[in-house]
């Protein structure tokens, strides 16, 4: 099955630093990788994804990189800002719905004001 | 955009005693529904996958007689609890996916299970 690496697991940056954080992923039929947002006690929040006929996406200070060779794929937040602060995970899955979605292990992002 | 309903969202119940969750996709039809479980400052593990009409498949480790799972209509699935254990407590939350539109898996709002 599926296994998907993520690193760190905690990343502190000052407000206005860009943050990156970092994903492998081990099955090259997993064609579709989505980054999630998730504050204490909620539902994970999709906050872009990106697909494997592409290699880079971006949605204001987000952006979404993927190596389908290397198989890693990276979140890139730049102008932090406090409400930042969250867990964020990746995730990976085949293209079919009943393709469940493998998860990263998540890393918690610090902005200090 | 694709809503799931899940409740309750906390739910303190007795050792032994069973809790039932349910999760609703309101404006489509949740070809699959799958559920996780969430450990505290953990990532969201998989328990089961479950399509309309047929059994749930658990992944390895899950019991399925501990966690029942139905699936009966395109916009229904239930997570039932059977005879909750304090190591039960965690945070359970379900996701749906369709088959129509990007296949965006649109999860619930998640379950604080607590078991004393």
């Known amino acids: 099955g599926e296994n998907v690496e993520q690193h760190p697991s905690t990343l502190s940056v000052q407000e206005g630093d860009s943050a990156v954080i970092k994903c492998t992923y081990s099955?090259?039929?997993?064609?579709?990788f989505p980054w999630y947002k998730q504050e204490l006690g909620k539902r994970p929040q999709l906050i872009i994804d990106?697909?494997?006929?592409?290699g880079e996406k971006k949605d204001q200070r987000i952006a979404v990189t993927l190596n389908k060779t290397a198989k890693h794929f990276s979140l890139h937040i730049t102008e932090t800002q406090p409400e930042d602060s969250a867990v964020y995970f990746c995730a990976a899955k085949g293209h079919n719905a009943g393709n469940m979605l493998t998860f990263g292990g998540g890393t918690r992002l610090m902005v200090k004001p | 955009g694709a809503v799931v309903s899940q409740h309750p969202s906390r739910v303190i119940c007795k050792s032994g005693t069973s809790v039932k969750i349910e999760c609703r996709s309101l404006d489509f039809q949740a070809t699959t529904m799958f559920w996780y479980r969430q450990f505290p400052k953990q990532s969201l593990m998989l328990m089961a996958t479950s399509n309309e009409g047929s059994k749930a498949t658990y992944e390895q480790g899950v019991e399925k007689d501990k966690f029942l799972i139905n699936h009966a209509s395109l916009t229904l699935s239930t997570l039932t609890v059977t005879s909750a254990h304090p190591e039960d407590s965690s945070f359970y939350i379900c996701?749906?996916?369709?088959?129509?539109?990007?296949?965006?898996?649109?999860f619930g709002s998640g379950t604080r299970l607590t078991v004393v």
């Open positions: 990106i697909r494997s006929n592409v």
């Open positions: 099955d090259s039929a997993s064609n579709y």
């Open positions: 996701s749906a996916s369709s088959v129509q539109g990007a296949l965006i898996d649109t």
